[in-house]
């Protein structure tokens, strides 16, 4: 059976096209490495945040439940 002809490699890279691509595909990551970082000290400071909202707002209806509570017994 008959084999096409190979053309060269030497032809089909283009150094300044590979170099190109290769900054960009690092600069690409990078700028994700980046952006998972940012996001992940976001979401601490969201957690952190939610977490005192709901203690404010569990130790707020504490003290009206007790309140409630004194106010109903005569405490």
Same mark, same amino acid.
């Given at each position: #059976? &008959?084999?096409? %002809?190979? *053309? &060269?490699?030497? @032809?089909?890279?283009?150094? @300044? =096209? $590979? !170099?190109?691509? $290769?900054?960009?595909?690092?600069? #690409?990551?990078?700028? $994700?490495?980046? %952006?998972?970082?940012?996001?992940?000290?976001? +979401?601490?400071?969201?957690? $952190?945040?939610?977490? &005192?909202?709901? +203690?404010?707002?569990?130790?707020?209806?504490?003290? *009206? !439940?007790?309140? %409630? !509570?004194? @106010? =109903?017994?005569?405490?």
């Amino acid at each position: #059976m &008959a084999h096409p %002809e190979r *053309i &060269a490699d030497d @032809s089909l890279v283009d150094p @300044s =096209a $590979a !170099i190109d691509h $290769a900054y960009r595909f690092h600069r #690409m990551k990078r700028r $994700a490495r980046d %952006e998972r970082l940012l996001r992940r000290r976001y +979401a601490g400071v969201r957690f $952190a945040f939610t977490l &005192a909202l709901l +203690a404010f707002v569990f130790v707020l209806l504490g003290l *009206i !439940i007790w309140n %409630e !509570i004194q @106010s =109903a017994f005569g405490l």
